[in-house]
């Protein structure tokens, strides 16, 4: 089914751009001196100053920011860029692996945690520097043994292990470009990957534990196989030990292939834009998009983020909840904390299990200082009920970041107050798949924190929010986020269609890259992310972006969750349709969807007010936890609730059939 179009008088195309913003947020937070004092950008001052320097003169500014890393062969020009086509560090040579691990190998980091692992059963696995080291030499070997030189595609399909980053690295070490696949997708969907990337090899497991059970995964791996051509060895990592199938000559156990193979694998240098991975990212529509990264401009990117926005120190217990199927497993889980040495603590199951209280008995337990999670994670902790945080010391976080979709503020205020206990910074991080790292993001011993503002861009980038024909547009009214030039961590190509990749990023606004979202800057530059430009809202001649009125609901102190779409309607154009998750205990009532509708007209105003809310339980989500409001709409507009979209992202399906008799 088509997205329902106005009925009204169209916007013209000079106005469509423009969002109407109403949500004002005044809080807004400091660093504290000890805080801006331990850290390495201190005062706003110093952001000034160096992200001007960066954008005047970029070259000189990642020049010299390269010099972290340790190269082979150093470049000879920092950037080409023959529009939409960037090269970075031309000439150089670079070992992504060599920088996450071998470099740290020569003092005192060597026997450091590199990895804390955490089953969700509950055993804990710790390797050190070397140790990691030596299990990447031993699995990139096993993979050089079954064929895998540099160039060929490794498919990776595990669930949250060790051997996940493990398999990133052994890829990177023998240049060979990773695609890792989140465990929980389909054989459809991993076939479908695999073709597009033309693997020969794939890595995964017999299983993986999840909400207690043990669940199959190397059975999706038979049935992908069944229409994957090219792909001649499956290498299986031994994890619930489940029965499974092997298949003579195809498949073989890893625990067994290490065995034959040495744990000496010296790396070697490959160009800076050699591929690094490509990640597939399935957008709303159409085929998944294989987004292509290379070597050093993403490392570069991951490095630096990580060092100066997570503000990693050698001591920190650092905690990123995401999967390594996804981006921010692969920059915050992976690269980014290697790179710099610091120790990333990864967990294989879910945050509820076997209690709500998972994640806070893993930062208590593990005594984790930084702690990164998703608006979607922290709406269930908020629903769930603060009674889960209550027995466990939380008292070691000191810096906290979100990433995924915009916080709605009174999220945000919860995980300042309940989690970080009013004493960390929340860094907020606005990027994409395709940015490869943070964009814009407070620095937290600099930027002052405004409640569901991403803030500041980062160095050297030069974000803007633009009209139709890219001029900027005037202080707090909404419009297209732009980035207008290139940084080293952008995506080079989606892989096997650089048509696509043209069209999708670079032709929207021109010299500009575009992805998608609406966003608005206030009097004091900060982004506000409004929503994907798709979703924008127009009612009665307004377009409203939809996390400000999912905000305003989420304000309401009984409610967990909103999400708004519109609705056709004879009048206004669109109607407002709100559907709303609960906290827990609190009960569904016609005065409370009264009380709902009034809120909203007080925090944003009348226009904003929902038509219809629809109470339920739970949202349909991707499976990185991003609210599918493309089928809300198709839930609000159709009178019997029938969808007819393509639901093969959602996670799970059953929602549909409660969200199509969800009471009006
Ligand atoms: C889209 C990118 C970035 C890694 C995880 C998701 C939304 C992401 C924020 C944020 C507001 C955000 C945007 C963006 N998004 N972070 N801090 N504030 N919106 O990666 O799946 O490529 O999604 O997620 O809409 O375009 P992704």
Not at 208 to 235: C, M, Y
Not at 373 to 380: D, E, G, K
Not at 450 to 469: E, M, N, Q, R
Not at 525 to 553: C, K, M, P
Request: charged share 25%.
């Amino acid at each position: 089914m088509s997205t329902p179009q106005a009925s009204t008088k169209p916007v013209s195309a000079a106005s469509a751009p423009n969002i109407d913003s109403m949500l004002k947020e005044k809080r807004i937070f400091k660093p504290s001196a000890a805080f801006a004092k331990a850290s390495r950008i201190g005062s706003m001052k110093k952001y000034k100053k160096l992200h001007r320097a960066s954008l005047k003169n970029p070259d000189k500014f990642w020049g010299k920011a390269a010099e972290e890393l340790t190269w082979a062969k150093p470049w000879k020009k920092v950037c080409v860029w023959k529009p939409p086509f960037a090269e970075w560090f031309v000439g150089g040579k670079i070992n992504a692996s060599v920088n996450c691990l071998d470099r740290h190998l020569t003092g005192p980091l060597r026997n450091k945690a590199a990895l804390i692992w955490e089953g969700e059963p509950g055993e804990v696995v710790t390797l050190t520097y070397q140790q990691l080291h030596r299990e990447v030499c031993l699995m990139a070997n096993v993979l050089k043994k079954h064929g895998v030189e540099a160039g060929d595609r490794v498919v990776v399909y595990l669930p949250m292990i060790p051997e996940a980053v493990i398999a990133m690295l052994a890829c990177a070490r023998i240049g060979a470009p990773h695609s890792v696949v989140f465990s929980g997708y389909s054989a459809e969907a991993l076939k479908e990957r695999v073709n597009d990337c033309g693997a020969k090899i794939i890595i995964t497991s017999d299983g993986g534990f999840r909400r207690g059970s043990a669940l199959g995964i190397k059975r999706n791996v038979d049935e992908a196989l069944l229409g994957t051509p090219k792909v001649k060895s499956v290498l299986v990592v031994q994890r619930t030990k489940q029965e499974v199938i092997m298949h003579p000559g195809r498949d073989f156990w890893l625990h067994e292939e290490t065995q034959l193979v040495s744990s000496k694998c010296p790396a070697q240098p490959f160009d800076s834009e050699h591929p690094l991975f490509i990640l597939y990212t399935s957008g709303s529509t159409g085929k998944p998009k294989g987004i292509l990264h290379t070597t050093a401009g993403y490392l570069l990117g991951c490095h630096l983020t990580t060092k100066y926005l997570f503000d990693l120190k050698p001591e920190d217990v650092y905690f990123c909840t995401a999967d390594v199927g996804w981006i921010t497993g692969h920059s915050y889980v992976a690269y980014g904390v290697l790179s710099n040495g610091g120790t990333s603590l990864l967990y294989e199951g879910v945050p509820n299990h076997p209690e709500p209280d998972r994640f806070w008995r893993l930062i208590d337990k593990h005594k984790v200082n930084i702690f990164y999670t998703a608006p979607t994670a922290i709406r269930s902790f908020i629903k769930w009920g603060d009674e889960w945080l209550a027995p466990h010391d939380l008292s070691s976080l000191r810096l906290l970041g979100s990433v995924g979709e915009p916080i709605n503020p009174e999220a945000w205020m919860w995980y300042h107050d309940k989690v970080g206990n009013k004493r960390c910074p929340i860094v907020d991080t606005w990027w994409q798949t395709e940015t490869g790292c943070h964009m814009i993001a407070p620095f937290p011993g600099a930027t002052p924190l405004k409640p569901g503002s991403a803030t500041l861009p980062f160095f050297g980038i030069d974000a803007a929010v633009v009209d139709d024909d890219g001029n900027e547009v005037p202080v707090n009214q909404g419009g297209k986020l732009v980035i207008r030039r290139p940084w080293p961590s952008m995506l080079r190509t989606i892989y096997g269609d650089a048509a696509r990749y043209r069209k999708t990023y670079w032709s929207e606004i021109k010299g500009c890259y575009f992805a998608g979202d609406g966003a608005r800057r206030d009097k004091d530059g900060y982004f506000w992310i409004v929503g994907r430009i798709d979703d924008v809202l127009n009612v009665a001649g307004h377009r409203l972006g939809t996390s400000e009125v999912e905000s305003a609901i989420v304000s309401h102190p009984d409610v967990a969750e909103a999400a708004v779409v519109g609705r056709p309607d004879e009048l206004k154009g669109q109607a407002v349709v709100a559907f709303v998750t609960l906290k827990n205990g609190v009960l569904h009532s016609k005065a409370l969807k009264d009380a709902l509708r009034a809120h909203v007209g007080k925090e944003i105003g009348p226009i904003a007010k929902p038509d219809d809310i629809r109470f339920t339980d739970m949202l349909p989500k991707t499976r990185s936890g991003k609210i599918m409001r493309r089928l809300l709409k198709e839930v609000a507009a159709s009178p019997n609730g029938e969808i007819k979209g393509d639901t093969t992202t959602l996670e799970d399906l059953g929602i549909l059939a409660k969200l199509q008799k969800s009471e009006d």
